[in-house]
């Protein structure tokens, strides 16, 4: 008897519980009519929204482009979980959003793994911290000190056409791994001011480690959607945090032990510095603490390394399934460096075209960054007579902005390096394409990622011929830190004569 009264005190207990749930969630909803009621809201079920269709990540983004296509807008609501969301691809709204002051903070669910204590810095500050540090930080990515990392940009270049060349002839490779690989070295030159030679045992164990984070980012992206990020939080990633927290740490004491003349700690426009001297320099002003150069030379450890690898990757899978394309891109480089390449100078760049047009194209269907996030600062008119209150979320998909037929025709899904010429960029609004974001709080690093993307591709095309038997139609893209695939495609290669 004793256990039967248990029993229905449990249930009792948890229809109570279900029915408080249920009528906060109705109450919740019902503050949010003004919004509902003026956009179409996708509610999906109660208590989840439409959480369940993030279970499979191969699917995230057929769905996304289902909902749009139910709701037949470009802008609406969505219910994830308890917590509603505008989504839009409708280039007007995103040129609002990316534009006006009252949308510079980060979407708070969106980036939720970037606040582990090592990359919450630049990326995902709060505007009034992000405008100090960015003035900080900017000089590294200044024009002039861009200009002094080409020979880094065509070091490297030259790094990875030699490692590609050793594995010619010998079928279908993981290039990949090749591109983070290098792409790690880059970064953590160019940002510390250290290099790390490829098969030490400290150049193994940091690049396991980025490799864990990032997949332990994902895990928490995906997981915190459900209100289930704690599922990412194991032993192993906090042992990777650790590791990672300890080698920057390192790093920065080796810099700390450096001379540094005493007129240069004040000189924020010095050219060739890295990342840790610029945020030295701020530390020694009063304007960041150790823990702050520690979180920025991480931040943009990790979001140089990981979206530029991204960016070569997509670019050499279209390469590789395009062979025409290919073709047309070596013609163009070989009449600039018709008796090969010493070394890819800026004023290069500007002699091609069509190499702008492929990357442009190859980036619009594979964005490295495919969706971003902004939450309202204070509580601001979206469109005529919607008004969203202070913390409101908003969603860009780019992955989604980029293949909508109402802006990119019929063939928005086909590969055409033309959809990049000069009047037919005129056609369409210049917000329907954003590799790296637009605004004031676009991606800081995008010049960096976009010259040693450029040097990176002359050098390896100038050399290499690539070739998969990968389709195109058989890609699946799966939303990660980064923009992944189900199946990353193995590229065959082979030295050109000439």
Not at 135 to 157: I, R, T
């Amino acid at each position: 008897m004793t256990v039967l009264i248990s029993m229905d005190t449990i249930i009792l207990t948890a229809a109570v519980v279900f029915l408080a749930a249920s009528w906060s969630l109705y109450q919740k909803r019902r503050s949010f009519q003004n919004i509902t009621s003026k956009m179409p809201t996708q509610w999906g079920l109660p208590f989840i929204g439409i959480a369940y269709q993030f279970i499979h990540l191969n699917k995230v983004y057929r769905n996304v482009s289902r909902g749009f296509d139910e709701i037949k807008q470009l802008t609406g609501c969505v219910w994830v979980a308890t917590t509603p969301y505008i989504v839009t691809v409708e280039p007007e709204v995103i040129k609002k959003i990316t534009s006006s002051p009252d949308y510079l903070n980060k979407a708070r669910d969106l980036y939720t793994h970037f606040h582990n204590g090592v990359i919450n810095g630049i990326i995902v500050s709060p505007v009034q911290k992000w405008k100090l540090d960015r003035k900080a930080v900017s000089p590294f990515l200044g024009h002039n000190n861009l200009m002094s990392f080409f020979p880094l940009f065509n070091e490297n270049a030259i790094s990875v056409k030699n490692k590609l060349a050793g594995m010619a002839g010998r079928g279908e490779q993981d290039v990949y791994a090749v591109i983070k690989a290098f792409g790690l070295q880059l970064s953590i030159l160019t940002i510390m001011g250290i290099k790390m030679e490829e098969g030490t045992k400290k150049y193994d164990e940091t690049m396991n480690a980025f490799i864990v984070l990032v997949h332990h980012m994902a895990q928490n992206s995906i997981y915190s959607s459900v209100g289930l990020g704690f599922l990412a939080n194991t032993p192993e990633y906090h042992r990777i945090l650790k590791y990672l927290r300890k080698l920057v740490r390192s790093l920065i004491q080796e810099n700390l032990a450096k001379q540094v003349e005493s007129e240069e700690m004040n000189n924020f426009d010095e050219d060739n510095q890295s990342l840790i001297n610029l945020t030295l320099k701020a530390m020694r002003q009063g304007q960041f603490t150790e823990k702050d150069v520690e979180i920025e030379c991480f931040t943009m450890i990790a979001a140089s390394y990981e979206t530029s690898a991204s960016a070569a990757f997509s670019c050499l899978v279209m390469l590789a399934m395009h062979p025409e394309i290919q073709e047309r891109v070596f013609q163009e480089i070989r009449s600039v460096y018709p008796d090969g390449i010493t070394s890819v100078e800026y004023e290069d760049l500007k002699k091609f075209s069509f190499l702008d047009r492929f990357i442009a194209e190859a980036l619009r269907l594979a964005p490295p960054i495919p969706y971003i996030g902004r939450q309202t600062v204070k509580e601001t008119e979206l469109l005529p007579g919607l008004t969203l209150p202070k913390n409101m979320q908003i969603i860009i998909p780019i992955y989604e902005l980029h293949r909508r037929k109402e802006l990119w025709g019929p063939d928005a899904d086909r590969f055409n390096p033309d959809n990049f010429l000069p009047e037919n960029v005129a056609k369409r609004h210049p917000y329907s394409h954003m590799i790296f974001s637009k605004g004031a709080r676009n991606c800081i690093g995008f010049r960096y990622a976009d010259f040693s993307l450029r040097v990176l591709l002359i050098n390896l095309i100038r050399s290499l011929k690539l070739s998969t038997s990968f389709k195109y139609e058989d890609i699946v893209h799966m939303p990660k830190v980064t923009l992944s695939y189900e199946v990353e495609p193995r590229i065959a290669i082979e030295v050109r004569k000439n």
